[in-house]
Nanobody, 123 residues
Framework: QVQMVESGGGLVQAGGSLRLSCVVS????????MGWFRQAPGQERQFVAS????????SYADYVKGRFTISRDNAKNTVYLQMNSLKPEDTAVYYC????????????????WGQGTQVTVSS
C-alpha cells in the first residue's frame, strides 16, 4: 500500500511563498510520475503541476506558470511544490498524487493520492 503525506500548507499573505512537500512510502517512488493538484470549495479538482519519474521535464497549469516550481528528490521519496507570488485565488486544498503511467496531467490518470494540505492566501 502506497502512503503519501503532504506538509507545508498554511496561511500566508498575498505575495508570499510556501513550499509543499509530499513524502511517498515504498520502494517504487522513483518509478512514479508525480503531480500536484488543488481543490477549492465548490470546485472540481484541478491540475497544478507534474513531473515524470525521470525528472526530465515539468508541466504546469497556465495559472501557476512562472510562480510555482515542482521538483523531486528520488533519494528522499519526496516531491516538492515551491509556490511564490501567491494570490488569494490560489487558496485551496493541495494534493500530491502518484501515477504509474502513462504521464498525465489529468487527475483521473493518477493512482495514489495524499490526504491534502490546506493553503490559504489572504489579501
Amino acid at each position: 500500500q502506497v502512503q503519501m503525506v503532504e506538509s507545508g500548507g498554511g496561511l500566508v499573505q498575498a505575495g508570499g511563498s510556501l513550499r509543499l512537500s509530499c513524502v511517498v512510502s515504498g520502494r517504487s517512488f522513483s518509478t512514479y510520475d508525480m503531480g500536484w493538484f488543488r481543490q477549492a470549495p465548490g470546485q472540481e479538482r484541478q491540475f497544478v503541476a507534474s513531473i515524470p519519474w525521470t525528472g526530465a521535464y515539468k508541466s504546469y497549469a497556465d495559472y501557476v506558470k512562472g510562480r510555482f516550481t515542482i521538483s523531486r528528490d528520488n533519494a528522499k521519496n519526496t516531491v516538492y511544490l515551491q509556490m511564490n507570488s501567491l494570490k488569494p485565488e490560489d487558496t485551496a486544498v493541495y494534493y500530491c498524487a502518484a501515477n504509474v503511467g502513462p504521464y498525465s496531467t489529468d487527475p483521473n490518470g493518477y493512482n495514489y493520492w495524499g490526504q491534502g494540505t490546506q493553503v490559504t492566501v489572504s489579501s
